[in-house]
């Protein structure tokens, strides 16, 4: 089991997100449910960013939002690091 743990910026991203989405609530809380028990899931669609994102991640929220997040294997650690469209996370 990993431990979940979102940067200032993340909470703020994702309090804006659900204003705007509140029918993803419950897709989110499933996602990250997911990364807690296994980031690796299939399902999730985790893959590694380029460019100046290259020490992150992505797993797919919708077909066009996405968080992204570290990993942090030795510790068991997943921390969340933006959320919103794949143009918003991927600046």
């Given at each position: 089991m990993y431990a979940?743990?979102?940067t200032a910026q993340y909470m703020?991203?994702?309090r804006a997100f659900?204003?705007?989405?509140?029918?993803l609530r419950d897709r989110l809380e499933?996602?990250?449910?997911?990364l807690m028990a296994d980031p690796w899931d299939p399902r999730l669609?985790?893959?590694?960013?380029?460019?100046k994102l290259r020490d992150a991640y992505a797993v797919r929220?919708?077909?066009?939002?996405?968080?992204?997040?570290?990993?942090?294997?030795?510790e068991e650690e997943v921390v969340?690091?933006?959320?919103?469209?794949h143009d918003e996370v991927y600046r």
């Open positions: 979940i743990f979102a703020r991203r994702a659900l204003r705007r989405h509140p029918h499933q996602t990250v449910d997911s669609g985790l893959h590694r960013l380029h460019g929220l919708t077909d066009s939002h996405r968080i992204t997040l570290t990993i942090l294997v030795a969340l690091l933006d959320i919103g469209t």
